[in-house]
């Protein structure tokens, strides 16, 4: 069980401490704001000998993340943190991670993508690697956010899935927010996560391999496929690291949370510290009798399209919030790929697509009570106006 | 038959040492070095050079070219000294 008393740690200060209590063999990193306090605060804790962590500094994010793979194929146990520019630029290098099946962990805080330029939080860095092959985890707050480090490196460095792992957190609104959270022993963290064993190392000599050998048609489609599967692996592994996690220091994970959902006729369904601002929202609604709910998916890919399915099949409507534009002109990234899940449903729910919060525009229980209003609306025999909104932009 | 996606070594991984050699990269070939020994000076430029290693070498002497690995890349032609040119490429149609 949880052992400690609780202290204040913001989202950057509680994914530190989560990766000194992890102490990586190798950390390469370089600063963006708003992630660069997680690094730096890593980088102190190599100054202060707190680890035995080969910290390498280098010139760009592209640099940050090579270094991670080839730290990884030689068999190091590895994390790095960034956000926004930082993560697309390292994209090239997130897919060669994945398909390397290199185990790596990076600490992401949520931040939007230029241009204009922008350092607040919104979904659209994570969004654009979606696709990469790395597990996308999703935190509402600081407590999450260091549970989520630590599951991360059991369920990357499990033998069946072997796959990179980004934890998220929201720009400002959880890396810089001060928070009230319990944290695990060293000892405690250390035995969760077991010794580090690499499946393959280009060091060893008495077994010499060849690692990123080019692959042209004959092979590139059978390693793809070993992928996917490597992804469908992590489904099992997410649930079980999530249930030992829990049942070992009394807070459990699973894909997603749900709030006041079982009995619920409308609902949300949302990522990261907006679901916070829900609950208040649906707080106030039930009271006044509406039956509204709210489900916080955490884990985005893989994306646990039957269990998500099963979980809102009872809704007569959702609203699927997303806090990044794929500007397809057919919504957000969430709301493509739940509405997908519930298509095979016999009775499907309604559902309409608010993108929101871009650039770090606030969201307010006022929004929210707003949106569950128009939800009751549909679902009481009313027309959908409008399938996909901008909410809170000005006209 | 190949291996399937099942039996696969992970990661695109070649676990194996040395088995380039099994992969002939000599059918890639448009244009054939000819080696003549009579020209040859035996300086092996065209040794170090040969991205395929595909020259070769017995006791210190050029003795033919391994055509198996072999892909006309003509590095060897180009390095080979101007004053003796003792690789010529010929165009692979010229065998058929
Ligand atoms: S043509 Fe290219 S590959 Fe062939 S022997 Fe000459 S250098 Fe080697
Ligand atoms: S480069 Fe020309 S002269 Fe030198 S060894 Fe090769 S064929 Fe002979």
């Given amino acids: 069980m949880a052992t400690k008393e609780l202290v204040a740690r913001t989202g950057n200060e509680a994914m530190a401490e989560a990766m000194r209590q992890i102490n990586p063999d190798v950390v390469a990193a370089y600063p963006i704001t708003p992630a660069t306090e997680i690094v730096q605060l890593f980088s102190a804790y190599v100054a202060d000998g707190l680890v035995d962590t080969e910290f390498v500094t280098v010139e760009s994010e592209h640099s940050a993340m090579s270094a991670c793979v080839g730290a990884s194929t030689a068999g190091a146990r590895v994390m790095t943190g960034t956000s926004s520019q930082g993560l697309i630029l390292m994209a090239e290098i997130l897919y060669i991670a994945a398909g390397l099946r290199c185990p790596i962990v990076l600490a992401e805080v949520n931040r939007a993508l230029s241009s204009p330029i922008n350092i607040h939080c919104d979904h659209s860095d994570t969004m654009s690697v979606r696709d990469s092959g790395w ?43 001060l928070e009230a959270i319990s944290l695990l022993e060293d000892k405690e963290v250390q035995d969760f996560i077991g010794p580090y064993k690499a499946a393959y190392s280009l060091l060893d ?40 996690f829990g049942e070992k220091f009394g807070r459990s994970y699973g894909f997603f949370e749900g709030y006041k959902l079982e009995d619920a006729e409308i609902a949300l369904v949302l990522l990261g510290s907006t679901a916070g601002t829900a609950r208040v929202a649906v707080d106030q609604l039930r009271a006044a009798g509406v039956k509204c709910g709210l489900l916080k998916l955490r884990v985005f890919r893989p994306f646990p399209a039957a269990e998500l399915a099963e979980a809102l099949k009872h809704l007569k409507a959702i609203a699927v919030m997303d806090r990044s534009d794929s500007l397809s002109t057919a919504g957000g990234p969430l709301f493509t790929d739940v509405r997908s899940a519930l298509y095979d449903l016999p009775e499907r729910p309604a559902i309409v697509n608010y993108i929101y919060g871009l650039g770090g525009r606030d969201i307010t229980v006022e929004d929210l009570e707003g949106i569950y209003r128009e939800l009751q609306r549909i679902s009481g025999g009313g027309q959908v106006q409008e399938t996909i909104q901008y909410l809170g932009v000005r006209e | 038959m190949t291996k399937g996606w ?73 390095e080979c000294p101007d004053r003796v040119k003792a690789i010529e490429m010929v165009d692979e149609s010229e065998f058929e």
């Fill in chain 1, 135 to 177: 597990i996308q985890i999703f935190s509402e707050n600081s407590q999450e956010a260091y549970d989520n480090m630590i599951q991360a490196v059991r369920i990357a460095e499990h033998m069946d899935v072997r796959l990179p792992v980004m934890v998220t957190t929201d720009g400002f609104i959880i890396s810089h927010g």
């Fill in chain 2, 6 to 78: 099942k039996e696969l070594p992970e990661g695109g991984l070649i676990t194996e040492a040395g088995n380039a050699h099994k992969y002939e990269t000599g059918d890639w070939r448009n244009l054939r070095p000819v080696h003549n020994p009579e020209k040859c000076i035996n300086c092996l430029f065209c040794w170090i050079y040969c991205p395929d290693s595909a020259i070769i070498v017995k006791d210190g002497k050029v003795v033919g070219i391994d055509y198996a690995h072999c892909k006309g890349c003509g590095i060897c032609a180009r």
């Fill in chain 1, 205 to 244: 000599v008495e077994k010499p391999i060849t690692v990123g050998g080019l692959d042209f048609t004959d092979f590139y489609f059978e390693h793809r496929r070993q992928t996917a599967e490597a992804m469908q692996n992590a489904k099992k592994v997410i649930l079980d690291v999530g249930r030992e």
